[in-house]
């Protein structure tokens, strides 16, 4: 059982559309940050929340961390062809910050 | 993705046999991982290691074993290969304090058949 579940876990949309991911957990974090990942490459860290509610912006992109510090989204405003990739949710553990566990997965695919 | 160095790049293995992964990094961080990652499952943890000549267990840990002989190097081994441990394995290095992030080395493509 995955201690991070994302959704959808795969997206296919056109240039220009909207679309939010989501990463829910049952547990608090204390932390919890966003990677994506090419094909062949590892992933590389988009961004890291840290408080309950916070919200970050990245150019287009917008996370958002759960007040509770159990979830996070992902949104994306007018996708375009080079966000296509996988988005890894990831968290720190609240009781041992040396542990950082990843979400699910979420492909993204987007077509001119 | 400099400074996070792993061998081999592809390794194909048959079922029962032995390998070691090799992972080295040069930007003097003290604790380094080993992920697998599958197909729908994101990334789960192995083994990691906080400091040289620690190590503690993941997610995942059976059927692998890791060394942490120096600061620098952290290997994992497969004692007797199985076909459930093809998948991708990817080795990272925490960069500490203040900077709380994941550095990925790129990867080792790993099939058993």
């Known amino acids: 059982t995955q201690l991070l579940e994302q959704s959808p876990q795969f997206l296919s949309i056109q240039e220009g559309e909207n679309l939010t991911v989501y990463c829910n957990s049952s547990s608090v974090f204390s932390s919890l940050q966003w990677y994506r990942q090419e094909p062949g490459e590892g992933p590389v860290l988009l961004v890291t929340v840290v408080t309950g509610g916070e919200v970050k912006k990245l150019k287009r992109l917008t996370f958002q961390f759960g007040d509770a510090r159990k979830d996070s989204s992902l949104h994306i405003t007018a996708a375009q062809p080079g966000d296509t990739g996988l988005y890894l949710c990831?968290?720190?553990?609240?009781?041992?910050?040396?542990?950082?566990?990843f979400g699910t997965g979420t492909r993204l695919q987007v077509f001119p | 993705n400099a400074g996070v160095t792993q061998t081999p790049k592809f390794q194909v293995l048959k079922t029962g046999q032995s390998m070691t992964l090799q992972c080295a990094q040069d930007?003097?961080?003290?604790?380094m991982y080993w992920y697998r990652q599958d197909p729908g499952m994101g990334l789960r943890l192995i083994y990691y290691s906080a400091s040289e000549g620690t190590t503690d267990k993941g997610e995942v840990p059976n059927g692998y074993n890791v060394s942490r002989l120096n600061k620098r190097e952290f290997s994992l081994r497969l004692e007797s290969a199985a076909p459930s441990q093809t998948s991708v394995y990817f080795c990272?290095?925490?960069?500490?304090?203040?900077?709380?992030?994941?550095?990925f080395g790129s990867g080792t493509q790993l099939s058993v058949l």
């Open positions: 990272a290095i925490h960069t500490g304090t203040g900077d709380e992030k994941l550095f």
């Open positions: 930007m003097n961080h003290n604790s």
């Open positions: 990831a968290g720190w553990k609240s009781y041992n910050t040396d542990k950082l566990i």
